[in-house]
């Protein structure tokens, strides 16, 4: 079993249904700025294998806090260029913590799913 199978278990199939937010640039500002909750936003693309590894971790951390004064969702930066530059984003996975519709942390690239749940906790 490889590094990578071992932090990140071996899901590599990501399925773009199965988040319950999509954030796109028709509700990005309502449900991503506006808001009170810490929102927690994963950049992501089809293309991209790394992505592929932290979406499934990122869908599990939003199923396990659906009771929370948060929101976990993602952003298809293929899709939605004008999110992406408005952040800064070049490069992916890139995950942003928002509260008060700025961003107060910050992930590129891959990580096991503590580290996510940690930076999360952090700004609850």
């Not at 199939?13 to 999509?22: F, L, P, R």
């Not at 992505?51 to 004064?69: F, S």
């Amino acid at each position: 079993m490889g590094i990578f199978n071992k932090l990140f278990g071996n899901k590599t199939e990501k399925n773009e249904n199965s988040m319950k937010v999509i954030f796109d640039n028709s509700n990005f500002e309502e449900l991503a700025i506006k808001t009170d909750k810490i929102v927690m936003v994963d950049f992501w693309a089809e293309w991209c294998g790394p992505c592929r590894m932290v979406g499934p971790i990122v869908e599990e951390i939003a199923n396990e806090y659906t009771d929370e004064n948060v929101t976990i969702g993602k952003v298809n930066v293929d899709e939605n260029p004008e999110i992406s530059m408005r952040f800064g984003i070049r490069n992916i996975p890139t995950i942003l913590f928002l509260k008060n519709g700025e961003v107060v942390d910050k992930q590129v690239g891959a990580v096991p799913k503590q580290v996510l749940v940690d930076k999360l906790k952090s700004h609850m």
